[in-house]
């Protein structure tokens, strides 16, 4: 999993795409920096096949996000991309397909593929992606971990991760699942700090902590300093890669020590290619992105140095060539 990824395995043909098209993108929550990159990365992507991208911010809350679908499907663009749990927009997502607007979703499913009204959903593993926590867990610990799991279910990709954490923890029998935390995403800034503070006196030290998001170790690391908590005894592992994960890792000192992080620019190129065949009537493509372990050892490696995870596998010159020539470079 810490190999870099320096072979293309993705898509070699598909159909050009036509100029001028529309694309709307739901973000989960603009204040993530995740949701945020993903619309940065779709406008970049669309620029360079002549598409255009408009955002709409979902606000991180299930109500938001039908507020945005909704106006989404008013703009009538030529199709939509969401972040944001697609179980929670089955209405306007059957009111865009019925007028013709397929939907792509990124993390918005709890699996690849074919979900929930949607023509597709990009993301990696999320079962492998909890996996990989525990895992990492487990050896670093050798053995011995006590395991704090927080986790975000309102969306479904969240639950299968934190679903595979316990999971594979309980096959570790000298380790102990010291809580399952469940709560809002969009009340981690509040409440994520006091939780913090709370497991120290709870079941003191050392812990080890896994979270569905590297959102999430955002607040909580400030509480963990303010309390003289060493870095060493609270060990924060996390997903996403968003930028303050990995410069936490790089540090060294800043509790954090792994992520799986997704590709996002990868995805949102890929995204476009989805959507691309959408529009040409055909079946979505069955590739996706394989998963990647970030640690102190790798920290800079494949994008890292910019603190996010970019493979090393030419996916842009592939993506703009299948979408402009039809086949990859």
């Known amino acids: 999993m810490e190999a870099p990824q320096t072979t293309w395995t993705g898509p070699t043909s598909g159909p050009i795409a036509r100029a001028g098209k529309s694309i709307v993108y739901l973000s989960g929550q603009e204040s993530n920096s995740l949701d945020a990159a993903y619309g940065n990365y779709l ?5 360079k ?11 991180g809350t299930p109500t938001g996000w039908l507020a945005g679908m909704d106006q989404a499907v008013a703009l009538h663009p030529s199709g939509i991309v969401i972040f944001a749990n697609a179980s929670s927009l089955k209405a306007p997502i059957a009111a865009a397909t019925a007028a013709h607007i397929p939907v792509v979703g990124l993390h918005a499913c709890s699996v690849t593929g ?3 009204g949607l023509f597709t959903n990009i993301q990696e593993d999320a079962t492998a992606i909890g996996k990989a ?13 006590r ?4 986790t975000h279910n309102e969306y479904g990709i969240a639950r299968i991760k934190s679903d595979a954490m316990k999971s594979e923890l309980a096959k570790c029998s000298t380790c102990k699942l010291l809580a399952y935390v469940n709560y809002p995403a969009a009340e981690s800034s509040t409440r994520t700090p006091q939780l913090a503070t709370s497991w120290v006196s709870q079941y003191g030290l050392p812990f080890y902590a896994l979270t569905v998001g590297d959102n999430d170790w955002d607040f909580a690391v400030p509480a963990l300093r303010a309390d003289g908590v060493p870095p060493s005894k609270a060990v924060l592992i996390g997903s996403d890669g968003i930028a303050s994960a990995y410069q936490r890792i790089r540090a060294g000192n800043q509790y954090q020590v792994a992520t799986v992080p997704e590709p996002a620019q990868e995805e949102a190129y890929y995204a476009l290619y989805q959507m691309n065949r959408a529009f040409h009537g055909m079946t979505p493509s069955t590739w996706y992105p394989p998963i990647y372990l970030v ?22 010159q592939h993506f703009v060539s299948l979408l402009t020539t039809g086949r990859t470079s």
């Open 43 to 47: 406008q970049a992507a669309a620029k």
């Open 49 to 59: 096949i002549g598409w255009s991208v408009t955002i709409i911010d979902g606000k």
């Open 114 to 116: 074919p979900c929930h």
């Open 133 to 145: 926590e525990a895992d990492y867990a487990i050896a670093a610990s050798h053995g011995t971990a």
């Open 147 to 150: 395991v704090i799991i927080v």
């Open 295 to 316: 640690t102190h050892s790798n920290v800079n490696a494949q994008g890292g140095a910019n603190d996010a995870f970019d493979p090393s596998n030419n996916y842009q």
